[in-house]
């Protein structure tokens, strides 16, 4: 029996850098960060983006000379789908695209993780960078590498691991987004100071006035905190066997009520309960005091993100659907729970009655 080894390490070229500032890809010198010897360039986008910010962005890198083209998807949750992703693949090969060509993700987290998507399997794999437009695709989706559709059955469950080439956040897209929308990427912002860090969290809690009216330099510094502690997880566990799980604080009662409501509450708001379940959860088992259980309920209330569960929803109907959760280990669902603020761990081991206890609290 003959045995072929491949030996796989991750090579260097899958490093890419995060660049962060005002009005970066409106500027002139943008094209020549744009380190790719491309043949073409796609952008990918979105029925809402593309009237905003897509005859920009072509305009820039049109001064390349190379040709530029724009494919668009509708916007919404509804377009990660396998049909948007067979329906923009046959674009892309009606456009000649090869693999020297270079698509750009311009767009929220749903544009990210097609594109994301597309950019892996097209080809076998083309490059791709990363221009997100929402707060949530600037300090979450458009870093890691996590790409993805959905599935009648669940959300994200076809998906890749596909790093971009570059991640290119513009903090002026910020100025058109809708509170609602702006709420969404704040949550994630509030979860990364619960489990990465404290100064962050603290920072949060003194500039809130300034970070609701959306401050550029304000945001500027949230946005560049945040990337790093994300960065800082997925370069030491980039395929979410371990360490990167503490990304999903919050989430794994956020993703049952997100499904428990259909999806009417947002992912932001889902979530922001959720991260309250996880801090309440932590306090009811001795691991997180009081006060600071408080400051977290505290903060989220302060950016007007929901902290109690919709009426109407019942307490077995949300536990049967933390137990379908997809990142639940051999059936056992996992909770992120914090010791103190900066401090998270992952654990399967909560004694029973303790969530439905939480839920029920947080339904009063
Ligand atoms: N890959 C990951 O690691 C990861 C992480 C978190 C979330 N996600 C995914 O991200 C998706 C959610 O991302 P999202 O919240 O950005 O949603 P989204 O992409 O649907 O964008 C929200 C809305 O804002 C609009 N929009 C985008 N930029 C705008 C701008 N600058 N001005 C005005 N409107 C704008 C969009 O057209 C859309 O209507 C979900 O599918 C989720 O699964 C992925």
Redesign the pocket.
Known sequence: MECIRVTLEKPRKYSYEILIGEDIVDRKGWITTVKNHADRYVIIT????NP??GKMVRARLGETALPVDIVEIP???SS?SLNTVLDVARQLVRLKVSRKSLLIAL???????VA?FIASIYMRSIPYVQI??????QV?????????V?LPEG??LL?TFYQPKAVYIDLS??????DR?FA??LA?IIKYGIIGDNNLFEFLESESDGIKKRNPSLMKSLVGRSCKIKADIVEMDEKELGLRRILNFGHTLGHALEAATDYGL???EAVSIGMVGAAKISHRLDHLDGASCQRIVDLIKDYHLPTKIPAGLKTAQIMGFMATDKKAVGGQVHFVLVKKIGAPFVTPDIPSGVVEGTIEELQG
Request: aromatic share 4%; no cysteine; charged share 20%.
């Open positions: 979105d029925s809402n983006v905003l910010y916007a919404g949750e990660k767009g929220g987290g749903v544009v990210g993780d994301g997100p437009t929402t707060l949530l695709a979450d989706s458009s870093v890691g590498g996590k790409t993805g959905d959300k994200n998906g897209f910020l100025k058109t987004l809708s929308d969404n990427g994630e947002s992912h932001g």
